[in-house]
């Protein structure tokens, strides 16, 4: 692409104007928004609505104006909420987004067929359109050519482009064809009409009316309202023809379409406009036969199709749970090492450990996700943009399906194995609302690394390391874990699929793309836009409940333990030296931790619950741990150590020995077989994340879900292990 830099003082803000980019899904449409805006984008929600709203800056010659990336639709008959807001901002209808100046329209050269669909009902919104015909290369590759002349001309004069997004080629063109069209005058209302049947219903309502700008009414709403029951211009219209507008309608639907029902009068009108033109606008000439092509064939069949998917899944699982580890323990061993760097700078008291196990510790709970969420949205990113995503999406359809799910659920959920914070931002895939919620509100059942220390530390200290057959032991116990967590997923997707989630099953209409090789500079950007979409958001509430738990567990500080602390230390210098000492000294600070947060609004929070968590056979000492475990459950075995004196830094053979070791004040054991199995299954159903609470508002846009989803897995974790506690205490 052509850059030309423009003195500051020359680039002015075309004030109102607003170009709205559309297409279908697949079609190359997010490659060209951002080829266009480059990092000039901001990314919020449409109000009252969890579709995301993507905004950026274009420059045209010396202006910019804004670009809006409108949610892939393959019409203008909605039939999702992404859908459904791409039309409503079409329409002028959504509150904050004005009436685009012009429409952008990005279609497949190589799916023309399909995505003249779409171009015949923008093209009667009688705005300046221009047609931007991506994969090029492809078409060129494939012996496609298109009359682009004579495609502008059908189209009742919108200006037409050929470009290749991720190289740039045919980018100035489409500039100059841009700024052309904000210049343009639309008419007052639509005056070209591929179906002139339905343009003549709607003109004749239109008569019955008058005036339809004191009715706030155009023709377009008019006739979607005859073919899809637009709620909000069948309010217009029966404000507009009074009592009779019901009767209106329907005799005017049935004199268009008889008794065949509207959508499908409509599709068979257009597709029959496209067949007629389609021959002098696209030409074709056999290929022959290649080896890529030979390969995507062969990929295509099921047997192998289903192999690659398996094997595509296990390395993405790898990925996200084993090569973001190391970054991971970088940025804790770093958050540590700043900790500790304050603390040892700063004079002992409340702004060092405000500082270091508030704040720092607060920032680092949220930056530690970082690498996990950059490397699934990296695979879900290139499988997206080589055009494998669909194709997977599609194979595991009607497995998904018996769980009330669709092929699209499948990654986001293996993906919860690693982390569900952003296996939930990766359901942004799923078009369908009613199947996107409920596969948020499955993935956290499936275990999650977070679950695993605490796994590790019980299993180790409480199941015996024995054989059962072939299988050891608690390696049979981790796996059942597992395994309990996704019968919980599907058990709750199945349900709200056919109570709280339950409508019509969506149609899952797939256009496979062709491959192709991603663009490193979009795959870049989206990295970047997802980073920096959660650390401003989910990040921000993290952050906070981190240092609301620090804030529990630190306030009120007792004199007399630090007192008692003091003498301890002294005489313990008085009497010894080396190691001893330092050994001595660790722990009188960890005797001194404990007791701390014994009398501590957190430790007494966990004396005040536990009368609800003595039917589970948790003390105070467990109830604390839970509740301090909130904003993340790896901290509990932290949370343990101090609590039985061990320390933050706990060794898990040293705590293991403090837990088997705890007792009630009538000499029993705490810790039996019963309670740990309990409390194992306690873990593996209770959501207790911040992270993941919070990022379910963010994405459903709405604080009912993810309370719903607390109160519903915290509930169900409750029961099991009140069930295994009693069963096996009796």
Known sequence: MVSVAVPIDQVTVARGKTIALIGNPNSGKSTVFNRLTGLRQKTANY??????????????????????????????????????????????????????????????????????????????????????????????????????????????????????????????????????ALSAEPGKHAGVSFWPKLREAATDIAAQIGDLDAADLTIIEIERALIDNDQSAREKLAAALGDGAETIVENTRKQLCGEEPPLAAEARARYRWIQEVLPSIQTSTPRQTRLGTTIVDWINRPFPATLLFLLLMA??????????????????????????????????????????????????????????????FLFIIVMEDTGYLARAAFLV?????????????????????????????????????????????AAPFMTCSARLPVYALLIAAFVPNSSVGPLNLQGVVLFGLY??????????????????????????????????IPNPRTVLMKLLDRARVFLRRAGTVIFTVAVIVWALAYFPRSADIESQRQVAESQAIATLAGEPLEAAIADIENEAAAAHLAQSWLGRAGRFVEPVFLPLGWDWRVSAAVIAGFPAREVVVAVLGTIYAVG?????????????????????PIYTLPMVLGLLVFYAWCLQCAATLAIIKRETNSWRWPIFAWSYMTSAGYLGALMLFQLGTA
Not at 141 to 167: K, N, W, Y
Not at 648 to 668: K, N, V
Request: contains cysteine.
């Open 397 to 441: 359809d009607r497995a998904m399906r018996s769980v009330g799910l669709s092929g699209q659920s499948v990654i986001p959920l293996l993906s919860s194995f690693a982390c569900a914070v952003p296996a939930i931002m990766a359901t942004r895939v799923i078009p369908n609302r009613r199947d996107r919620i409920a596969t948020i509100l």
């Open 315 to 376: 390395v993405v699982f790898q990925a996200v749970f084993a090569w973001a580890t190391p970054l991971m323990n970088l940025i804790d061993a770093g958050t540590s090492a700043l900790g500790g760097l304050v603390a040892a700078t700063l004079p002992e008291g409340m702004l060092s450990s405000l500082i270091a196990d508030g704040i720092i510790a607060g920032v680092g709970s949220v930056i530690i996700f970082l690498p996990q969420i950059l490397i699934l």
């Open 47 to 180: 109000p009252g609505v969890t579709v995301e709203k993507r905004i950026g800056r274009l420059q045209l010659e010396n202006s910019l104006v804004d670009l809006i990336d409108l949610p892939g639709t393959y019409s203008l008959s909605p039939g999702s909420d992404d859908e459904r807001i791409a039309v409503e901002v079409l329409l002028g209808r959504v509150a904050g987004t004005p009436l685009p100046d012009a429409i952008l329209a990005v279609v497949d050269v190589t799916r023309l067929y399909q995505g003249l669909y779409l171009l015949e009902q923008l093209a009667e919104l009688d705005r300046p359109m221009v047609v931007a015909l991506t994969m090029t290369d492809a078409a060129i590759r494939h012996h496609i050519q298109v009359d682009t002349e004579e495609l502008s001309r059908r189209l009742g004069g919108a200006q037409v482009c050929t470009i290749i997004a991720p190289t740039g080629h045919g980018m100035p063109a489409l500039h100059k064809a841009l700024t052309n």
């Open 648 to 668: 933050a830094e706990a060794e898990e053979a040293t705590l293991a020995e403090r837990l088997s070791a705890a007792q009630w004040p009538d000499g029993s």
């Open 483 to 516: 395994m309990l967590g996704v019968f919980g997923g599907l058990t709750t997707a199945f349900m709200l699929k056919r109570t709280a989630l339950k409508g019509p099953k969506p149609a899952f209409v797939l256009a496979l793309p062709e491959f192709h």
